[in-house]
C-alpha cells in the first residue's frame, strides 16, 4: 500500500490528505476527511491481490467504529461488494496512535482496501498497512458488442459495472457470455450461449477464448 494511489471521500484540509495514511508514517499526519455522513479512506493496491492482513493506526476518537474492508472494484456505496474484515472497537476514543491488526478472508482477488465509519462524523487514520499475495486472474478473453444484448440469458444477477458483472461470468459455469447495461433491471446477464439480439443500451461480451489458456486482467476487457 505503501506510496499507492488513495482518495478520501472529501478532505478536511491540505494538511490532512489522504496520501498521510500510507506515507510509512505511523507517528506523522492523520488522513482525514470532513464531517459528514459516512466518511470513508480509499486505497488503490494497483493489482490484485490475496489480503492477508490490513494495519491500521488510529487517531483518537475519529477512528472509533471504523470498518475495515477490501473490495475487487471502486465503488462509491461502501455497502457493495466490499468484504468487511474487521471493526475499530470502541476504546479507539480513548487515545490516539493505536495500532491493531486485522485479518482478512475472501473469495476472489481485491484491488481495493477501504477503512469507513457508517455515522456522521470525520473519519481519520494516521497508517493504513497492507499484507497480502499477488495474484493473476485466470480468466477468458470476450469479444464486445455494442447495443446487443444475450437472447438465452440463465441467470440475473445484480452489478455494478461490466467488470464486476464479466468476473461473476467468470465464476459461473457454464457461462460462455453476458450482457451489461448499468440501467438495466438487474443490470448484468449471464448466460451458456453465446447469441445476442439488438437492444440499445446493452454491451455483450462473448467469450472466444478458453479460460484455462489464458491469464489476464479482466479490468482490462471491460472498459
Known amino acids: 500500500m505503501l506510496g499507492k494511489p488513495t482518495r478520501l471521500s472529501s478532505n478536511h484540509s491540505a494538511r490532512y490528505q489522504s496520501g498521510n495514511a500510507n506515507d510509512g508514517n505511523r507517528s506523522g499526519e492523520s488522513a482525514a476527511s470532513q464531517y459528514q455522513l459516512h466518511p470513508y479512506w480509499q486505497?488503490?493496491?494497483?493489482?490484485?491481490y490475496t489480503v492477508h492482513?490490513?494495519?491500521?493506526?488510529?487517531?483518537y476518537r475519529h477512528t472509533s467504529y471504523a470498518y475495515i474492508g477490501v473490495s475487487s472494484v471502486d465503488v462509491d456505496c461502501l455497502d457493495d461488494d466490499v468484504t468487511w474484515c474487521g471493526q475499530w472497537p470502541a476504546y479507539a476514543m480513548l487515545k490516539g496512535g493505536i495500532t491493531l491488526t486485522f485479518n482478512c478472508s475472501h473469495e476472489q482477488p481485491v484491488r481495493f482496501v477501504r477503512v469507513w465509519r457508517n455515522i456522521k462524523d470525520y473519519l481519520a487514520v494516521r497508517e493504513v498497512e497492507v499484507e497480502g499475495t499477488p495474484r493473476s486472474k485466470n480468466a477468458a478473453k470476450y469479444d464486445k458488442s455494442l447495443n446487443k444484448k444475450l437472447t438465452t440469458p440463465a441467470t440475473s444477477v445484480k452489478a455494478i459495472s461490466a467488470t464486476d458483472c464479466g468476473i461473476k461470468c467468470h465464476k459461473t459455469q457454464p457461462c460462455l457470455?453476458?450482457?451489461?447495461?448499468?440501467?438495466?433491471?438487474?443490470?448484468?446477464?449471464?448466460?451458456?450461449?453465446?447469441?445476442?439480439?439488438?437492444?440499445?443500451?446493452?454491451?455483450?461480451?462473448?467469450?472466444?477464448?478458453?479460460?484455462?489458456?489464458?491469464?489476464?486482467d479482466l479490468t482490462d476487457q471491460f472498459n
Open 43 to 48: 486505497g488503490d493496491l494497483q493489482g490484485f
Open 177 to 216: 457470455g453476458f450482457s451489461f447495461n448499468p440501467s438495466g433491471d438487474p443490470p448484468c446477464l449471464l448466460s451458456p450461449s453465446t447469441a445476442t439480439t439488438t437492444a440499445t443500451g446493452w454491451v455483450s461480451y462473448a467469450i472466444s477464448t478458453c479460460s484455462h489458456n489464458i491469464t489476464c
Open 53 to 59: 492482513n490490513i494495519t491500521v493506526t488510529s487517531y
